[in-house]
């Protein structure tokens, strides 16, 4: 027979042992308990080996001085102007400063900048850095730097080419002043480079600010709190972040993006956990110390925890929209579009993503989000309201051909995988054809850019999710661009929309500014370049031993520290 | 011998000519465009057109393979589309956690899987035979994150003996990579252990009806003796495929256990580098894996010289 001796201090090994095997070999010994195992150097190196599992077992696995994070994606590049991707945006913002930042009022205070002078006629801004800033190669930072991590970010980013259009110049006027001359009034100007969101106008040594930004940044040299360490950097894996010696926080308390930035943690690992559940228990252990999204099926898995919080970021707001293609039939007519609108209503998608948490997630038809300045409720109608027979007429009216509305059923992203399958049943009530087609998302990402028809790789509608920072403003709102063929995905067109997002961007009047913003949500949705589907409030899980964390739609993480016990 | 050995090393070149092409073709004809991934949501269309060029994607399938062939016989595999780190960099990170979780797991496999088959074999049709049968058919047919899941909530969450998950590496301690891959090679042992028992109770049984077991038996040897010493290494050959077949496939085949234990092995790079399409380090690795799977191969077939006497001539 066999018996298996257990012994729990040294946790596994003296596994198995044989009695009735014959008779004893040598190589067998028996001890007190009648448990027998290997004698001789195999039993001594097994207990060696079995004490070092023991002793490595007995701490816990936590280390205080580290702040360990778990975001949506994996940090595989370290240039946020080669690419939108918010998970690389988020660690940007550890590596790199920025000239301007917003803070918790949403409005723009000097970062790096220790001062900006405006002329009267508002065409000349003259900008001055501040003492003491470093480079984590040890070189000081110049407004030369700045001049060229400008232009570079003005190449790419939409807010930034459309203030690089109205430049004059730009220039180092010496080490620490830098003046951009605009050819007309801009308003924008000081907004555009404090923006807080995609592309962020980080600052990076000239040398690596030439480089094309189309060809990524490799060298992750930036003049922000924390410092990558790139030896240890495993993409896919780890990104182990250390504390810049040479950083000088400004004086003012942390708001936002903006105010004096503490690094409180002498090391930060941003995790790449690919399984939520790992995740999740990881936190309740205290392996990791913050992730940045728990779905809402998993916050049962929170109660009664006293390790871990999981709460609404509400800030981070989210959203769901069905973007419209306007070159491909059936939705290059405008009245299929509003029958598209009639078609859905918000609910089911929410329910569908969030089930019944309904504290996750808001009702909302405003173009530039809920619970915000330029909030809205007109032209909502159709956006709010199910009308299945009145999508039918519409499409009776229209002379619907029964088109199919090709759609591509992305099921690796959780959220649009229950998405699209609530999308197909709705549209089918109201009198669509639908050809339904499974796909990743790296699928419908690269066939979202496709003008071609449908049968040629075209498409007619897609999932997405802008965040709450990119959609309250209306100069990165891509929906409100009415671009036509240069816009975003979908190219509707409108000369009105251009018109208005050009007259926005000229004034400072907020009266104004909120007059165009209700015009532009007004046409918006009498254009449909998307379906608003709700907007959500994911949860983010946090470790219940920090404190100081900033509530922000990017998450920071300087000011935060472990709460003494 | 050294003839043979080159002999095998030899064949293995039209092979990985074969793989190269084919993996090539299998990985750019399918559909997903990584310029258009690396640019994310808010890219221009000259963005992507001016990140397309520079990975040399505007070119024909055939030019992008003559590039990709001729940097890797010279053994340059190109760099990450995303974190321009140089592929041969990316599998090295990754191939000391892969190596550790299959050594570690094979450990536990052996240890655990060959006396129990031996000892189900040696007690075929009985109770003892069918307990460990059918714990081998449940350890076969429990999907590993099942068990996973079951492992982490009772060893990690409550009884907090090892880490939820990580990988630390050796130059932390053998002891702390040991308790960190504790768990993964566990719930990996549970299915490889099913499968090697039941191989080894099958060639074991086969053993014990031969007539030198029975001379062996009437000269009054011990069954221990005779089942350790004399059945099981004659009954070795099956055994060791096995167990050969069964590192190749953790060497990059067990995603699943990566994931949910968080082991930055290869697997993961090579599933994290399909979703993204970074075709550099999909062909990389591929070429990798037919490497090792040719080695492996090899040095099972060398292995059964020491089982089988007739293979030595």
Known sequence: MIIVCFHVKYVTLRVLSIRNFGE??????????????WEDKLKKSALLLTAALATAAAPAFADDSVLRLRMNGDINSVDPISTTNYTIRNASYLIYDVLFALDENFEVQPQMAESVEVSEDDLVYTITLRDGLTFHDGSPVTAEDAVASLTRWGKVDGLGKIMFSKMESIAATDDKTLVITMAEPWAQVLPAIGKISSNIPVIMPKRLAEQDPGDPVIEPIGSGPFRLLVDEWVPGSIAPYEKFEGYVPRDEPASMAAGGKLANFDRIEIVNIPDTSTAIDALLTGEIDWMEEVPADMLPLFEGQDEAVAEPALQSGNSLQLVVNHLNPPFDDPKIRHALQLALEQEPFMQSMNGDNTELYEICGAVFFCNTPFESDVNTDRVLTRDVEAAKALLEEAGYDGTPVHIMHVTDIAGQDAAYSVLKPMLEEAGFVVDEQIADWATVSTRRASKEPVADGGWNVFFTGWG?????????????????????????????????????????DPEEQKALAIRMQEITHDLVPYVPLGQVYPSQGLSTDLEGYIESPVPFFWNVSRAEN | MPAYILGRLAAAIPTLLLVSVFIF???????????????????????????????????????????????????????????????????????????MLAAYTMVLTVLVAIPLGTIAAWRANGLVDRTIMAFSVAGFSVPVFVTSYLLVYLFAVKLRWFPVQGYKPLSDGIGATLVSLTLPSIALMLVFAALIARVTRAAVLEVLQENFVRTLKAKGMSTGRILVLHVLKTAGVPIVTVIGIGFAALIGGVVVTESVFNIPGIGRLTVDAIVRRDYPVVQGIILFFSVTLILINLMVDLSYALFDPRVRG
């Not at chain 1, 004893?24 to 195992?37: I, M, N, P, Q, R």
């Open chain 2, 25 to 99: 073709l299998l990985v750019h004809l399918a559909p997903g465009d990584p310029a258009l991934l690396i640019a994310g949501d808010n890219a221009s269309p000259a963005q992507v057109d001016q990140i397309r060029e520079r990975l040399h994607l505007d070119q024909s399938l055939p030019a992008q393979f003559v590039i990709w062939f001729s940097n890797a016989i010279q053994l340059d595999l190109g760099a990450s589309v995303y974190s321009g780190k140089p592929v041969t960099v990316l599998i090295a990170q990754r191939i000391e956690p892969t190596f």
């Open chain 1, 24 to 37: 004893k070999s040598d190589l067998f010994v028996e001890d007190a308990k009648g448990c027998v195992f």
């Open chain 1, 468 to 508: 709450y920072v990119d959609q309250i403003n209306p100069m990165t709102n891509v929906y409100v661009a009415g671009a036509c063929e240069d816009g975003w995905f979908g190219w509707a067109c409108s000369e009105e929309l251009q018109e208005l997002r050009e007259r926005f961007a000229a004034t400072n």
